[in-house]
């Protein structure tokens, strides 16, 4: 049986961010081609933070990459793309600005508490017991 992964093998991080580049990045695919077995691939990029690093920054190449696709629709008219774009990058949205200036607050002031016969003389008229008013 061969000996576990520890680390991302030697030239993986040109190769992920190939195949970042060219769409085809995925965790499995990643693993098939850096000879890994994919739980063994997992672990390596949770537990040394320089095979994280690496990964991370492949995902870095494939969110630039979506990000331009995206950009070059939203370019040509597509509102869906700009409204996408406007959420994910500057916060916008058709609901307002989320990421800008200070969050909304509302505040419910109540009065403090009285009891019921301040209130029933505060109404103005007390009611009547015994009768269907």
């Known amino acids: 049986m061969a000996r576990p992964f520890v680390k991302l093998p030697p030239g993986a991080r040109a190769h992920l961010e190939a195949m970042a580049a060219s769409g085809t990045l995925t965790e499995s695919k990643a693993a098939d081609a850096l000879g890994m077995p994919l739980t063994q691939f997992r672990r390596v990029i949770v537990d040394d933070p320089g095979s994280a690093s690496i990964w991370r920054d492949a995902l870095a190449v494939e969110r630039d990459q979506l990000l ?8 040509q008219g597509d509102t869906k793309a700009a409204t996408t774009l406007l959420a994910v990058r500057h916060g916008l949205s058709e609901k307002g600005s989320q990421g800008a200036g200070e969050p909304v607050q509302v505040v419910f002031n109540l009065p403090d508490s009285m009891p019921a016969e301040k209130y029933i003389s505060a109404l103005g008229e007390r009611p009547k017991v015994g009768t269907d008013a």
């Open 68 to 75: 331009a696709a995206l950009y070059d629709r939203a370019i």
